[in-house]
T-cell receptor, first 113, second 114 residues
Framework: KNQVEQSPQSLIILEGKNCTLQ??????????LRWYKQDTGRGPVSLTI?????NTKSNGRYTATLDADTKQSSLHITASQLSDSASYIC????????????FGTGTRLTIIP | ETGVTQTPRHLVMGMTNKKSLKCEQH?????MYWYKQSAKKPLELMFV???????ENNSVPSRFSPECPNSSHLFLHLHTLQPEDSALYLC?????????????FGPGTRLTVT
């Protein structure tokens, strides 16, 4: 069964600090991996999308990495801001005709002043 | 704003009520999705419509009934729900139902079944 596991489940850091969120997956065959940010009570918003041939992608202070061999991804947030407080969800897409997405349970990040 | 709107944003209903959730996308997409998000669980795909045809029904109980009258609108009709159906219901759209196309999510409807 395809799975996406994220760690840690929750994280609290001081404003201005950096942090890294982890995502491990077993989805195969792999198409792409996405990181979404979901503010409380809102829908997820895409941060990055990477195919198997890409090993890093940045979006402002967010940098995602992908190791397709070990089936691991990370999301690094630099110089955190209070607005970064949200859940971060890793989503892996399977190549199987129509799109099949497997969602992680997310990491709840809280930035404190 | 992602170009996907959902109404209502909050809904409280009794187990014997009938209500509908509405989703509209202004992105010219051809695929639309309903997801259920419960606390501490991954998003669960419920239904997919691609070019107005239902392509996925992920073993959803019949008390949930989707409707897609055109590529821009998607409804989820609810009747005789259970308290465990309380959750955030998210609508999403994408250019087509293919892995390379990003899904854009609406803000969700927070449903409480009493």
């Amino acid at each position: 069964k395809n799975q996406v596991e994220q760690s840690p489940q929750s994280l609290i850091i001081l404003e201005g600090k950096n942090c890294t969120l982890q995502c491990n997956y077993t989805v195969s065959p792999f198409s792409n991996l996405r990181w979404y940010k979901q503010d409380t009570g809102r829908g997820p918003v895409s941060l990055t999308i990477m195919t198997f041939s890409e090993n890093t992608k940045s979006n402002g202070r967010y940098t995602a990495t992908l190791d397709a061999d070990t089936k691991q991804s990370s999301l690094h947030i630099t110089a955190s801001q209070l607005s970064d407080s949200a859940s971060y969800i890793c989503v892996v897409s399977e190549v199987f005709g129509n799109e099949k997405l497997t969602f992680g349970t997310g990491t709840r990040l809280t930035i404190i002043p | 704003e992602t170009g996907v709107t959902q109404t209502p944003r909050h809904l409280v209903m009794g187990m014997t009520n009938k209500k509908s959730l509405k989703c509209e996308q202004h992105l010219g997409h051809n695929a639309m999705y309903w997801y259920k998000q419960s606390a501490k669980k991954p998003l669960e795909l419920m239904f997919v419509y691609n070019f107005k045809e239902q392509t996925e029904n992920n073993s959803v109980p019949s008390r949930f009934s989707p409707e897609c009258p055109n590529s821009s609108h998607l409804f989820l009709h609810l009747h005789t729900l259970q308290p465990e159906d309380s959750a955030l219901y998210l609508c999403a759209s994408s250019q087509e139902q293919r892995a390379e196309y990003e899904q854009y999510f609406g803000p969700g409807t927070r449903l409480t079944v009493t």
